[in-house]
């Protein structure tokens, strides 16, 4: 018992942390992420890889369950963590921390739960043998067999992305056919989006309020976004250490630097993504958006032109950093914007395989906190 | 000439490897750390800290899991890679001193397919069944490569005991003259151990893919065992391309543990300095370039072996 008291401590210092991020948790994830990178201790890719489970904002509904039944599945010791606010991030880890040291559970197998974990609710009868009766093994539904894009027919799994999935739009659950590991055919819902305040988009949405807020600040805040969307694709895409870089400078900019600050960051996610020959070839043609959807959506081109365009997106806007006009104008609707990029998933991702689907949503990367916000106002 | 060493010697060899891949761990990390501007010294303790993790993690299981084969499978990846190493030759001596032990050597890396393969399917996930997929095509693709390499450094020293390529250099060091097979060795030993740009078995982009569902001691053998695998790949490639324990001044060991720690050096930092590319591309380059590439060499090595 002395020894894996030791072994204990020795692991607390660098506990892996899952992610669980619920719509209207975006400031607090920022905190943790920010806070797990300055500590060294590593984003976990699944239950099965994580110590910490660290819930951001307030999930409801459907998404707390699912919550649920992912801590279920974290081998222990473990210890979960609910944080509503970016203020709590450094205390809550710390105490984490102290409670994996100290805490000393009977090590017995982890029992399986008595229910399966993947999708969620019915509605997909579709997927019994045809009788009325479905074939089962320990209460999960057998594959069904469907025509594949060959002609043959396949095994054919249903699969939920998210809504807990590491570097994945908070709220939104892809219910996705899939034979082998090609998309079929694919569904989008968001759950528990109820008390969703959009962080991304609150400079526009106070103007329009009436508040004063300048044009700067709006900057600021779009630069920020683009550099998290593009953390979250590299980090999807296997560069950990560019999306590091592009967290550091996101993280910076929401704390207030000014643009000198993140500068050498720009550069570095700048040589990453258009000096690199390798990459260019290696993402050429990936995820590419068909012209009609893409005068629809306003976004087109391929994963790596759109990664681009954030690029120069954020760019552009810290180079705007000190602008100190108010900010006017037309403003956009973010909620349509939002619901667009959300209705066109399916049809991207059909006939796609998994690991180029995940490319692409995080190349769209779509925020579920918008679908709430009151279209801005548009004055002059 | 060469003759195979002492029963005993068997129980040295996990010691040796365990310590050469614990080097290329703290190496790894150093790296990552460096990367992120963190202290280098808290990097070094990565390895015990993960260790120590693992050992005190529980193992998950999920519904209607095979517990056999997905715990069967870490295990296969941890004593495929020391299988692997008996052959190694230090100071001359071999614990296997087989007559096919270069074929032993491949034998023992193919087990590693295996291993992952039934790791992701042993999980009931279809991340983990995807994950051993892409592993499955990406190790076709580059055992191909890996095995024409062997090949042509057997037939530069006309026999397939590993002791006797190592002796074949006496002259010249097989990479001068078979450099493509040495390139091609040494990338597809990357591919094999599924690090850096072929890391795509155990992407993010499938929450961890083979290893989406695998926790505590059968990750610990899965992780360790990558990287004794890593280890192993880079004593046999000192062996059969840069001469073995040949060398002046130092003795024979010394000159090939420092052989070795180069390659490791150079597998691990290959890992950290490419991003995971698409599979689909990394099998355009195996079919259309690495492989026709390597036959070239082999069939260019045949003709000056039976020439001279």
Redesign the interface.
């Known amino acids: 018992m002395e020894l894996s008291g030791a072994l204990r401590r020795l692991a607390a210092g660098r506990p892996h942390a899952l992610l669980a991020v619920a719509p209207g948790g975006t400031a607090a994830r920022l905190a943790v992420e920010r806070e797990l990178r300055e500590r060294g201790w590593p984003e976990a890719a699944s239950p099965a890889d994580a110590d910490l489970l660290v819930v951001c904002g307030r999930p409801g509904g459907d998404l707390a369950d699912a919550v649920d039944r992912v801590w279920a599945q974290l081998p222990s010791p473990r210890v979960r963590l609910e944080i509503s606010g970016p203020e709590d991030a450094t205390r809550a880890l710390d105490s984490a921390q102290e409670l994996l040291a100290a805490r000393s559970e009977p090590r017995r197998g982890l029992r399986p739960p008595a229910k399966p974990t993947g999708g969620h609710g019915g509605g997909h009868s579709q997927h019994g043998n045809g009788d009325g009766e479905e074939m089962r093994i320990a209460g999960l539904p057998l594959a069904d067999r469907a025509p594949d894009r060959d002609g043959l027919k396949l095994d054919r799994l249903e699969l939920p992305l998210g809504p807990v999935l590491t570097d994945w739009p908070a709220g939104l659950v892809l219910t996705t056919q899939i034979q082998g590991d090609v998309i079929q055919e694919a569904e989008v819902d968001v759950v528990g989006e109820e008390s969703a305040e959009p962080f991304w988009s609150e400079p526009w949405l106070r103007a329009s309020d009436g508040e004063p807020v300048t044009a700067g600040e709006a900057a600021r805040r779009r630069a920020a976004r683009r550099l998290d969307s593009l953390g979250r694709l590299l980090m999807v895409a296997g560069d950990e250490r560019g999306a590091l870089v592009a967290r550091i400078a996101r993280d910076r900019l929401v704390a207030g630097s000014d643009a000198a600050a993140v500068e050498e960051e720009l550069t570095r996610v700048g040589r990453t993504l258009r000096g690199s020959r390798l990459l260019r070839w290696a993402w050429n043609g990936l995820g590419t958006i068909p012209a009609e959807l893409a005068a629809e959506l306003g976004v087109g081109g391929d994963v790596h032109a759109r990664a681009l365009r954030w690029l120069d997106e954020a760019e552009a806007a810290v180079a705007s950093l000190g602008d100190e006009d108010e900010l006017g104008g037309a403003a956009d609707d973010p909620a349509g914007r939002a619901r667009a990029l959300l209705d066109a998933l399916p049809q991207l991702v059909a006939g796609v395989e998994l690991g180029e689907a995940r490319l692409i949503v995080a190349s769209l990367d779509p925020d579920v906190d918008e679908l709430g916000a009151i279209p801005a106002v548009r004055h002059g | 000439m060469v003759e195979s060493a002492p029963l005993w010697a068997a129980l040295l060899v996990p010691p040796a490897l365990a310590a050469l891949a614990l080097v290329a761990a703290a190496g790894d990390a150093a790296l990552g750390?460096r990367?992120?501007g963190?202290p280098l010294t808290?990097a070094l303790?990565?390895p015990?800290?993960?260790t120590?993790?693992l050992?005190?993690?529980?193992?998950?299981?999920?519904?209607?899991?095979d517990r056999l084969l997905g715990a069967a499978g870490p295990a296969l990846v941890f004593v495929a890679a020391l299988l692997a190493a008996l052959v190694v030759p230090v100071g001359g001596r071999a614990v296997l001193d087989l007559s096919y032990g270069i074929v032993w050597f491949n034998a023992a890396e193919v087990l590693v397919w295996a291993g992952l393969w039934l790791t992701g399917w042993g999980s009931n996930s279809?991340?983990g069944?995807?994950g051993g997929?892409?592993y499955i095509a990406l190790g076709l693709a580059y055992e191909l490569p890996h095995m024409f390499a062997l090949i042509t450094a057997a037939l530069g020293a006309e026999s397939l005991r590993v002791a006797d390529v190592a002796a074949a250099q006496s002259g010249l060091w097989f990479v001068a003259w078979m450099p493509v097979a040495f390139a091609a060795f040494l990338l597809s030993a990357l591919a094999i151990s599924f690090v850096g740009p072929f890391?795509?078995a155990v992407?993010?982009?499938?929450?961890?893919g083979v290893?989406?569902?695998?926790?505590?001691p059968d990750?610990l053998l899965l992780l360790a065992g990558r990287y004794l695998l890593l280890a192993v790949t880079a004593a046999v490639g000192a062996v059969l391309f840069l001469g073995g324990d040949s060398g002046p001044f130092l003795p024979g060991f010394a000159w090939l543990l420092l052989k070795t720690v180069v390659l490791l050096a150079l597998l691990v930092g290959a890992r950290?300095l490419?991003?995971?590319?698409?599979?689909q591309?990394l099998e355009e380059v195996a079919w259309v370039l690495v492989i026709p590439l390597t036959i070239l060499q082999a069939l260019l090595v045949a003709i000056v072996v039976l020439a001279r």
């Open positions: 750390a990367a992120t963190r808290g303790a990565i015990l800290r993960e120590a993790r050992l005190v993690q529980q193992r998950r299981a999920v519904v209607a899991a279809p991340y069944l995807a997929y892409r890391g795509q992407g993010r982009d499938l929450a961890g290893l989406v569902e695998v926790s505590g990750r950290r490419l991003p995971v590319l698409p599979l591309r």
